[in-house]
């Protein structure tokens, strides 16, 4: 809990969120500040995309029960979430669709980023950055993915991508 409520400051949040804490810490033999430390970066994600009160605990219980379950078949562990968590859940913003959605890809995507190369949890977290960097650059970008058939914007106004997976299974197959 203290862990949670250091990143979030809402105390109110993590009494909510405590019992959910230790089911997973139970069910995944992780520390329960590993827990909140990944718990705290995926509210302020959810707060950050508008998720207020109980949307904001479910979007939590949500990514963080998903975050357990790739870590249980995935190289990515708890523990590197708790490391990593943000940069994979700010790589998730930007994107159209429902949060908790678009933050599982981004999540999978660091998974399979640790089969194609990446060196380790780190790498992988870089490696989801750098993909949405790469997507929002511009003109290049949009050249380079237009070239092979994509759309990576999700409205004429440029202002949100489509589904990271979506585009990463047209990127497949295009090549």
Same mark, same amino acid.
Not at 131 to 160: F, P, Q
């Given at each position: ?66 975050? $357990?379950?790739? +870590? *249980?078949?995935?190289?990515?562990? !708890? /523990?590197?979430?708790?490391?990593? @968590? #943000?940069?994979?859940?700010? =790589? ?28 380790? $949890?780190?790498? +992988? *977290?870089?490696?989801?950055?750098? !993909? /949405?960097?790469?997507?929002?650059? @511009? #003109?290049?970008?949009?050249? =380079? ?28 197959? $295009?090549?």
């Amino acid at each position: 809990m203290a862990a949670f409520h250091g990143k979030t400051g809402n105390l109110n949040a993590a009494k909510d969120l405590a019992p959910y804490f230790a089911d997973v810490s139970d069910a995944t033999g992780t520390e329960m500040t590993t827990i909140g430390e990944l718990a705290g970066e995926a509210y302020r994600q959810a707060f950050t995309e508008g998720l207020r009160g109980g949307d904001a605990i479910d979007a939590v219980k949500k990514i963080v029960g998903m975050m $357990a379950g790739q +870590a *249980a078949s995935g190289t990515i562990e !708890m /523990k590197d979430y708790a490391q990593v @968590g #943000s940069k994979i859940l700010s =790589a998730s913003s930007g994107y159209a669709g429902n949060y908790v959605d678009v933050a599982n890809s981004v999540s999978a995507i660091a998974q399979m980023s640790t089969l194609g190369g990446a060196a380790g $949890a780190p790498e +992988a *977290a870089t490696a989801v950055q750098r !993909m /949405k960097k790469t997507l929002i650059k @511009g #003109s290049s970008a949009d050249k =380079a993915w237009g070239m092979a058939g994509i759309n990576v914007w999700a409205d004429e106004g440029k202002t949100k991508l489509r589904d990271p997976a979506q585009l990463m299974f047209e990127a497949v197959a $295009a090549s």
